[in-house]
């Protein structure tokens, strides 16, 4: 049997085991729905500002045109109607089919409202009733008010904005959030997983019966191989919830291309990232032999996946540019955290991606020379920890 062969049939032993287990069925499912309520809330959260409902009587019923156009412009959409009378469109505010009902006469109106008046529309009710009495006492004067407001409405204000605000920046910013938060996820619920399965082997003695048959290295690729190949999975069905979600709320309009950018590149970096980890994940479990023993041998990997992504989530939303992020962006023990989230806010150039993307290929070359390594002179030695000087040492 070749060596690939062999590969092949641990790692399809792993991804029956992992997926055949309830818990990881159990927790595919909570994050699938917790990457669609979280869709769901930004989708709310944004549409807080959607159309407020205003019904008028007949005789106010002329400022409906007026009030749409002045809300616009303080950014409030509007949409009216018309009630039969003041006493069935209080009915409408009281059964919160309507926001406010406009009363009272064209002159003198009045406002019905069921608990307050948000501030936009007092605002833009506002304008409306003193634009109301500008053109009496324009009247009054002998004057003509339509042409007071054309000559009013002809006045233009140029502004110069040094930064003006990009709706798509702030789309991208939210997407680069959930890439690194599911890429961080990913690496500290999958990296662990192979440290754990590791010392499960050594404390059964069931890596002795394996490495009869087998050499230690396929068993290390293939078990890697076949718990990445079940994350691959389950971080593919995270990403497509996602943008299905994004898409059905209207939360993710960017354009196809952009967007498919994305998705390509976080799988690439969660790849690239399991890759790295899974490694140095084996080899710290194959240094002990007891569960308990597990964490304080991975708690450095830990803090590695953990620090440059709180350092990535904590700068960028409000400093895509900083210049420290991206740096750290480019070592390959922090690009598959760092390097998605720039890259989805369209912050990383195309040399920063492909550089980030050769540094990590050529230290997962290295790794699998040297985790192989401590993975080789260490997996069948049970008792004390094994010192990672003497595992490092050469079979």
């Not at 062999?6 to 069925?25: D, K, N």
């Not at 919160?96 to 501030?119: F, K, N, S, W, Y």
């Amino acid at each position: 049997m070749s060596a690939w062969e062999t590969i092949r049939l641990v790692a399809a032993r792993e991804v029956r085991v992992r997926a055949a287990s309830r818990a990881t069925r159990i927790g595919t499912l909570v994050l699938v729905l917790a990457i669609v309520a979280l869709v769901v809330v930004i989708a709310l959260v944004s549409g807080s500002g959607s159309a407020a409902k205003v019904a008028f009587t007949p005789p106010t019923g002329a400022l409906a045109q007026p009030l749409a156009v002045s809300a616009g412009l303080l950014g409030q959409e509007v949409e009216t109607s018309t009630a039969a009378d003041e006493a069935a469109g209080e009915r409408q505010v009281r059964d919160g089919a309507v926001d406010a009902l406009v009363a009272g006469t064209a002159q003198e109106p009045r406002i019905v409202v069921d608990e307050e008046l948000g501030d936009t529309l007092r605002a833009a009710l506002l304008a409306v009733a003193r634009q109301q009495a500008l053109d009496r006492a324009v009247q009054a004067l002998g004057g003509d008010p339509a042409a007071v407001n054309r000559d009013v409405d002809a006045v233009r204000l140029e502004v110069v904005a040094l930064d003006p605000h990009d709706p798509e920046h702030d789309e991208r910013l939210v997407v680069g959030t959930i890439v690194g938060v599911l890429i961080y996820v990913a690496l500290l619920t999958y990296g662990p997983i192979v440290a754990q399965g590791v010392v499960e082997e050594k404390t059964s003695r069931v890596v002795e019966l394996l490495l009869s048959t087998i050499r230690a290295w396929q068993l290390m690729a293939g078990k890697v191989l076949g718990i990445g190949l079940v994350g691959l999975v389950q971080f593919v069905l995270l990403i497509a919830a996602g943008v299905i979600a994004g898409v059905a709320t209207g939360v993710l309009t960017l354009p196809a291309s952009v967007a498919a950018g994305t998705i390509a590149w976080a799988v690439a970096w969660y790849l690239l990232g399991y890759a790295v980890y899974a490694l140095l994940f084996a080899a710290a479990g194959a240094l002990v032999s007891r569960q308990e023993d597990v964490s304080s041998a991975t708690l450095p990997l830990i803090m590695v996946i953990i620090v440059p992504y709180v350092i990535g989530i904590s700068v960028l939303p409000g400093d895509p540019g900083n210049r420290l992020v991206a740096i750290l962006s480019l070592v390959p023990l922090f690009a598959p955290t760092l390097m998605p989230i720039r890259e989805a806010m369209g912050e990383a150039a195309a040399w920063e991606l492909v550089l980030a993307t050769g540094l990590t290929l050529a230290t997962i070359a290295l790794l699998v020379r040297g985790a192989g390594r401590v993975y080789v002179n260490a997996v069948l030695r049970t008792g004390a920890r094994v010192r990672l000087r003497e595992a490092l040492g050469r079979a």
